[in-house]
């Protein structure tokens, strides 16, 4: 299949293009740039490189967070804008599971954060039976108190967890002693994970409509607070 990936969750946009023939064209994220302004270019870019058009696309996929309500409605907005135009079928992946297969293959218990600030983590669990196996959830996506989480995985007799994710780097001071963190560049979504989450996905039966695809926000904007309290943003 012809495929696109993209995830805008974070600061450090992830985009990939695999080819039917079997080559992976990943775009270098830039966590200086604009997922606004240099998103569309970018694909437009990974396209040219894989010497496709958007009309030779079999399946478009896009990261739903959790993450930066910003960014995430920038990548679903693109992808479902995309998706429309060139008559492709759209799925919606976890980031963090995306997050969760840059983790080493010798790691058989995984942990996945990300900063959901107000003292809360979104957090997803993985393992595996053996050293290479299939990473498998354990736990759904969702969003709970930092401590709490900690607290889980130092459970007594708790096994070595591996933790990464974009929110490691300030939370890292917070990490039990079981917990092992990922090197730097294993925190964020990798285009070529997201292509084989795709292809997953595909492989599953899921299709999304794209008219009701939506990102997995978990709890409201700070604004929204302030609003249902109130209060002005």
Same mark, same amino acid.
């Given at each position: 299949?012809?495929?696109?990936?993209?995830?805008?969750?974070?600061?450090?946009?992830?985009?990939?293009?695999?080819?039917?023939? +079997?080559?992976?064209?990943?775009?270098?994220?830039?966590?200086?740039?604009?997922?606004?302004?240099?998103? %569309?270019?970018?694909?437009?870019?990974?396209?040219?490189?894989?010497?496709?058009?958007?009309?030779? @696309?079999?399946?478009?996929?896009?990261?739903?967070?959790?993450?930066?309500?910003?960014? @995430?409605?920038?990548? @679903?907005? #693109?992808?479902?804008?995309?998706?429309?135009?060139?008559?492709?079928?759209?799925? +919606?992946?976890?980031?963090?599971?995306?997050?969760?297969?840059? #983790?080493?293959?010798?790691?058989?218990?995984?942990? %996945?954060?990300?900063?959901?600030?107000?003292?809360?983590?979104?957090?997803?669990?993985?393992?595996?039976?053996?050293?290479?196996?299939?990473?498998?959830?354990?736990?759904?996506?969702?969003?709970?108190?930092?401590?709490?989480?900690?607290?889980?995985?130092?459970?007594?007799?708790?096994?070595? %967890?591996? %933790?990464?994710?974009?929110?490691?780097?300030?939370?890292?001071?917070?990490?039990?002693?079981?917990?092992?963190?990922?090197?730097?560049?294993?925190?964020?979504?990798?285009?070529?994970?997201?292509? +084989?989450? #795709?292809?997953?996905?595909?492989?599953? +039966?899921?299709?999304?409509?794209?008219?009701?695809?939506?990102?997995?926000?978990?709890?409201?904007?700070?604004?929204?607070?302030?609003?249902?309290?109130?209060?002005?943003?």
């Amino acid at each position: 299949m012809n495929i696109l990936a993209l995830d805008t969750s974070t600061d450090r946009a992830a985009l990939a293009v695999a080819t039917a023939a +079997g080559s992976i064209h990943a775009a270098t994220p830039d966590p200086t740039s604009r997922h606004g302004r240099n998103l %569309v270019p970018a694909i437009g870019a990974a396209l040219r490189a894989a010497g496709l058009a958007a009309r030779d @696309l079999d399946l478009i996929a896009v990261g739903l967070g959790p993450g930066s309500y910003t960014g @995430l409605r920038i990548g @679903l907005t #693109a992808a479902k804008t995309l998706a429309y135009v060139a008559q492709v079928p759209l799925v +919606g992946l976890d980031s963090l599971e995306a997050i969760a297969r840059n #983790a080493p293959a010798e790691a058989l218990r995984v942990s %996945v954060i990300a900063d959901a600030q107000r003292g809360d983590v979104y957090t997803a669990d993985f393992r595996r039976s053996g050293p290479s196996g299939p990473l498998l959830r354990t736990s759904p996506t969702r969003i709970e108190p930092l401590a709490r989480w900690s607290a889980h995985l130092s459970e007594p007799g708790s096994e070595p %967890v591996d %933790v990464l994710g974009p929110g490691l780097d300030r939370l890292r001071p917070e990490l039990p002693g079981n917990a092992r963190a990922a090197a730097p560049g294993a925190n964020w979504p990798d285009g070529r994970h997201l292509i +084989g989450l #795709a292809r997953d996905a595909w492989d599953g +039966g899921r299709r999304d409509d794209p008219w009701f695809l939506e990102p997995f926000y978990l709890r409201r904007s700070a604004a929204e607070d302030q609003w249902q309290g109130g209060g002005k943003p």
